[in-house]
């Protein structure tokens, strides 16, 4: 038989989820077995994981997502510590420009207090801004148009997603998980069809498995159908710019989401990164990058030059088109088992706020693989069960 014979976990998909979640399950003193990573491109160059905005939030409408981005901040700034103390591990800071939310309409300003309430409440330090506020803090921004912001510079802007990616991973394998580059086709669920027995390669190999995860990202569907189970969970294309601004800024940049849904956040040296999305926003094909050439000219470039007029003169250093995992029921995460194929594992959907909130997922997912339980967070809600029965728990603070 090959080496890769049977493993008591196949995570299939290696980027932050799967990676994550690898390191905390070969980590826990509990778990002896071996665990397998299945990822069909190793250089991870179209994953959500390297198409992101590299940032971290707590400004959510759901207290659990606030806890989890908590945890995600905790575990980003304490890399080293959470790894043993390996002084090879980098020391890692969140660069805390902060999230400002724009609202242009009393309605939508009383779902930024709302939202504001429920995070402060969790221990959040969301603070809302009048206009003038806005006005005084930042006057690079035109708010004729603004009703209210919200913002919070507590935890919150960017991180080097990157490193922490890299050392998931490298920490996993030094705890003995096996990396393999292949394309999980299909599975095989045993008499009765209540677990699945092995993952099937493109290659044609077949490895047996004591329990299979799904951490697929945007192609998080096509791997539960292999399992024969249906989840609403979709590619979403999201398309993302670098510029370069002939005046820049005077001071930093928050991680500004604007009322036309144009997001624009500080980069650095007079760079910045933005991105949006169509008015038309169907599923697509996972392997689709192609970039709307239009978007850029007609919507997101004017977005920008009204919110900040002296993003007039800007020039477009780098663009890509990446995928939100979307939800389709509630752009909510799904986490746990299924509720009849027992030993297939959901990590799937998280809609655009998953990098933020791998660190807290991988660790809820090993404990309740190990242990039967939630031990750190009870991440229960985001169950199976509510797909199962159309009861959405839906996140409104999406971007």
């Not at 299945?38 to 207290?63: K, L």
């Amino acid at each position: 038989m090959a080496a890769h014979s049977g493993y008591d976990v196949v995570i299939v998909g290696g980027a932050i989820m799967g990676a994550s979640l690898a390191w905390f399950l070969s980590g826990d003193p509990d778990f002896d077995g071996r665990i397998l990573v299945v990822e069909r491109d190793p250089t991870y160059a179209n994953s959500s994981t390297m198409h992101t905005t590299s940032c971290i939030r707590q400004q959510f409408s759901h207290a659990l997502n606030v806890r989890i981005s908590q945890f995600g901040a905790e575990f980003i700034t304490g890399l080293r510590g959470f790894m043993g103390g390996d002084e090879r591990v980098p020391e890692i800071a969140i660069r805390n420009f902060g999230y400002m939310y724009l609202a242009g309409t009393e309605a939508r300003a009383d779902e930024l207090r709302r939202d504001q309430a429920v995070q402060v409440a969790a221990g959040a330090a969301t603070r809302l801004m009048t206009p003038e506020e806005i006005a005084a803090a930042y006057p690079f921004y035109r708010v004729d148009d603004v009703a209210l912001g919200s913002i919070n510079t507590v935890d919150e802007g960017y991180w080097d997603a990157t490193a922490v990616f890299d050392w998931l991973r490298r920490k996993g394998r030094e705890q003995g998980v096996e990396y393999l580059t292949g394309e999980v086709v299909a599975m095989t669920r045993g008499a009765g069809g209540r677990r699945v027995e092995s993952v099937t390669l493109a290659s044609g190999e077949v490895i047996s498995c004591g329990q299979v995860v799904n951490a697929s990202g945007p192609r998080a569907a096509r791997t539960a159908a292999m399992a024969g189970i249906d989840l609403p969970v979709e590619p979403r294309k999201r398309y993302s710019w670098i510029f370069q601004a002939e005046k820049p800024l005077d001071r930093e940049l928050p991680l500004t989401v604007d009322l036309s849904g144009v997001h624009v956040r500080e980069a650095g040296g007079g760079t910045y990164q933005c991105g949006g999305h169509g008015a038309e926003d169907p599923a697509v094909d996972p392997d689709d990058f192609t970039m709307d050439e239009d978007l850029w000219q007609e919507h997101v470039w004017p977005a920008l030059a009204w919110r900040i007029p002296k993003f007039e003169a800007i020039k477009v250093t780098a663009e890509w088109a990446g995928h939100y995992a979307w939800n389709v029921l509630d752009r909510n995460a799904v986490l746990g088992a299924h509720d009849e194929v027992g030993n297939f594992w959901f990590m799937n959907g998280f809609s655009g706020h998953g990098l933020q909130q791998a660190p807290a997922m991988g660790r809820g997912l090993a404990e309740l693989l190990v242990h039967g339980e939630f031990r750190s967070l009870d991440l229960s809600p985001f169950g199976f069960g509510r797909i199962r029965e159309g009861r959405g728990i839906v996140e409104a603070a999406i971007i």
